[in-house]
């Protein structure tokens, strides 16, 4: 975690999905996976120092991946374009797929953040991973409705 007291705040949640961690990996990696759960557009380059961005609506999220090791984790930084709070790059999302039975106990902890942007950043990683549990099994999580122009509240809002 950040020596930065104002960002020492993580969000770490944990969900089952009924698919296996090789398939599940893929909608961290694939840019047509991604959009079925997460965003509209996504441009990924999954290698350590590779292009990470999803556009999600009006609201761009930025960084890098740090590190991908197939089936089993991806790491990647976080921020907004445009925003002073969550800066492209400034936190860091770290996934583990762990087999679970026939499907994965998938781990996000997503770490850098202020304690203000950290409740709204579980408020919208709990939105998100719960339409990958519906995607990656090969279900329909539906439009997004941050993604079709509704309001996101990730991040404080942009001038």
């Known amino acids: 975690m950040t020596s930065d007291p104002v960002r020492a705040w993580a969000v770490t949640e944990e969900v089952l999905i009924a698919a296996a961690p090789e398939t599940v990996f893929d909608f961290f990696v694939d840019p047509l996976l991604m959009q079925t759960w997460m965003g509209d557009h996504a441009v990924l380059v999954p290698e350590a120092g590779g292009v990470f961005q999803v556009d999600i609506g009006p609201n761009r999220a930025r960084g890098r991946y740090v590190e991908v090791k197939a089936p089993e984790r991806v790491v990647f930084t976080w921020g907004w374009e445009g925003s002073e709070a969550v800066p492209p790059g400034s936190s860091t999302v770290t996934f583990t797929f762990e087999p679970n039975g026939e499907g994965t106990l998938l781990r996000m902890v997503?770490?850098?953040l202020s304690a203000e942007e950290s409740a709204?950043?579980?408020?919208?990683?709990?939105?998100?991973?719960?339409?990958?549990?519906?995607?990656?099994p090969g279900g329909e999580p539906g439009p997004d409705p941050h993604a079709v122009g509704g309001e996101m509240p990730l991040h404080e809002s942009q001038s």
């Open 110 to 112: 997503h770490e850098g």
């Open 120 to 136: 709204r950043h579980r408020h919208g990683w709990l939105h998100y991973l719960g339409r990958l549990a519906v995607a990656a």
